[in-house]
């Protein structure tokens, strides 16, 4: 802790000094803001080197909830001045108020009373560091807010020990995943692999991501390429202190978005597949809710939605029947003060945005379909309906199809219309890219010495070969024949290399299992080649061809680069890269 002066007891001097800054977190598509985080300034003028330092302090004066209540007035006070529809404001809150003597509940409503701001326009944000040490307190607290109609976000994302746990503990709404992950997510596969990961994960429990620390471009495609939900950073706009520099909609994004060179409006969902299920509002009463069930006898759920129209779960009728069909449950249901307790029946959604795709969408049901009817469909948040089971199953045939029809019928990877698209997109792309292509060499020979049986049991064996090594993000396919392609995205041409030199040993010693002893001893088969001479042919191996593609490449030079590399290679034992030039 800063040896410089601590503050007074006097609390309003101490509040006086602080200020508020605000950051906007807009939408990944449209540039829409969606909320402000609130951060405090000023710390330095109280002899403080930190925010940390600052609540240290307060804490061991056991001063800690006082304070933070009048900061938090301040805070929900100066953001009521934005103007701005449908805003939210995110505040970090200290795990340690629990640890106060006068903490109490209630409080934050008397303030957002008096200024005339609905509950659902707090977020709260805890972060996972220390947070974890006394996990009922830490339920409590969490438990309280949510019950009063706050949402909850957990900061920081992925820098604690406890962020899966607290996750599971909280039922947050949000995710912020921190800077360390974002900054040249680009320009790292592991980073990007983590983050998309906790993005599907988060998706399926119906929690909404955003990127914090967001700077440059490069980082907002890859946040929108695995399909975060909002974005928080320089690139959009620096913390501020002055509330008009706050916009309604940053255009930059929503053109940045639109002009995405590797944008792919294939993959779509057709409207055809999405029904309309009428909603019902979050301000409706239990009443509302059970003539909706009269009005819509053969609806099972209902969807619930805010005065914006952004969806906050469902309610089934299941779970409010008992209730309907008692008078005891009809004569509450009509007394107007009862109508918050909707919001104890509403349950979190399954939930895509209709940008994501088919594949996507299938993905997600397919990761907890066994526990939802369909899937929710939005639009740049917005409810815009629902894909039942039936139509689900539909778009997986469909998409099955379209799959089939574009991949290699013996190994069924992905064919030449993938492969010309993941070359034409890494030529769009700031990223670097190697692609590497894979030849047999004298595979006719051996094809027709031994039968084309063994000539496709070979070709699967080097098909699983490329998949057992390669990461999932790896772009495999099948050219034909003999023939395979690989695809790396921001990969060192080293580990490329690498990688490529193992699949030919592990190919050369695995093929060999196809050979009969006699040949395989002999180290070589004779038969004829194309001419009907009989020749000696050495036993199977593959070639390989690595290039390189930046944003300096020229698509157009790819063919010349491309037939005179597969032809060295055939020289060599070993990998030969080469780089495609301007």
């Not at 909850?152 to 909280?170: C, K, N, P, W």
């Not at 991501?209 to 929108?224: D, L, M, Q, R, W």
């Not at 060179?261 to 509002?281: H, Q, V």
């Not at 129209?309 to 779970?319: F, Q």
Request: glycine share 4%; aromatic share 12%; proline share 2%.
């Amino acid at each position: 802790m800063s040896t410089a002066k601590k503050p007074s007891e006097d609390f309003s001097i101490i509040v006086d000094k602080l200020d508020y800054a605000f950051q906007p977190i807009v939408n990944t598509r449209t540039g829409k803001t969606f909320a402000v985080e609130a951060l405090i300034r000023g710390y330095q003028n109280l002899g403080y080197k930190s925010i940390l330092d600052l609540f240290d302090s307060f804490f061991d004066k056991k001063i800690l909830y006082k304070i933070d209540l009048i900061l938090r007035k301040k805070a929900i006070e100066k953001f009521s001045h934005i103007k701005i529809e449908d805003l939210k404001l995110f505040y970090n809150l200290d795990n340690r108020l629990l640890y106060m003597p006068d903490y109490e509940k209630g409080n934050t409503n008397k303030i957002l009373n008096e200024l005339n701001i609905k509950e659902n326009s707090i977020c709260f944000e805890i972060t996972e560091n220390g947070s974890m040490q006394n996990k009922i307190m830490i339920n409590k607290i969490l438990t309280n807010y949510k019950n009063e109609g706050f949402n909850i976000a957990i900061d920081d994302f992925g820098t604690g020990i406890s962020g899966l746990e607290l996750l599971y503990l909280s039922e947050a709404d949000y995710i912020k995943l921190d800077r360390f992950f974002i900054k040249d997510i680009n320009k790292d596969s592991r980073k990007k692999l983590f983050c998309s990961s906790i993005v599907d994960m988060a998706h399926v429990m119906g929690i909404v991501v955003i990127a914090e620390g967001i700077e440059t471009i490069a980082e907002y495609y890859t946040c929108k390429e695995i399909n975060i939900d909002y974005i928080q950073g320089f690139l959009i706009l620096k913390p501020s202190l002055n509330i008009l520099d706050i916009q309604d909609t940053y255009e930059d994004i929503p053109y940045l978005f639109k002009n995405d060179r590797r944008n792919n409006k294939s993959n779509l969902i057709d409207k055809d597949y999405i029904e309309f299920i009428e909603p019902l509002s979050i301000n409706s009463s239990l009443h509302d809710l059970f003539l909706y069930f009269k009005e819509f006898p053969n609806n099972t759920f209902v969807p619930i939605i805010d005065e914006y129209k952004t969806l906050m779960g469902v309610v089934y009728e299941v779970d409010i029947k008992k209730l309907s069909y008692s008078q005891y449950g009809l004569s509450l249901a009509q007394n107007v003060s009862f109508k918050s307790r909707l919001s104890s029946y509403i349950k979190p959604s399954l939930s895509i945005e209709v940008s994501w795709g088919i594949d996507k969408t299938l993905e997600m049901f397919n990761l907890r379909g066994n526990k939802s009817k369909g899937i929710f469909v939005t639009k740049n948040s917005k409810y815009i309906g629902f894909i039942n089971v039936n139509n689900l199953l539909s778009l997986s045939f469909k998409r099955n199809i379209e799959i089939a029809q574009n991949q290699n019928p013996l190994t069924k990877l992905p064919g030449n219309n993938q492969i010309d698209k993941f070359i034409k997109e890494s030529f769009q792309s700031d990223d670097i890219t190697h692609i590497v292509y894979f030849d047999f060499n004298d595979f006719k020979p051996f094809n027709d010495y031994y039968g084309f049986r063994q000539g496709d049991r070979a070709i699967l064996i080097f098909s699983e070969l490329l998949q057992k090594n390669l990461s999932k993000n790896s772009f495999i396919a099948h050219i034909g024949g003999d023939d395979f392609f690989v695809g790396f995205k921001n990969k060192k041409f080293e580990k490329v290399y690498k990688k490529t030199k193992q699949i030919q040993q592990e190919f050369k010693q695995c093929v060999s299992s196809l050979y009969n002893e006699e040949d395989k001893e002999n180290g070589f088969i004779r038969t004829k080649d194309r001419f009907a001479v009989m020749r000696k042919f050495k036993l199977l191996s593959v070639c390989s061809a690595i290039i390189e593609i930046t944003k300096y490449s020229n698509s157009s030079n790819l063919d010349k680069v491309l037939g005179k590399i597969k032809k060295d290679s055939k020289l060599t034992n070993t990998p030969l890269g080469s780089c495609i030039l301007m």
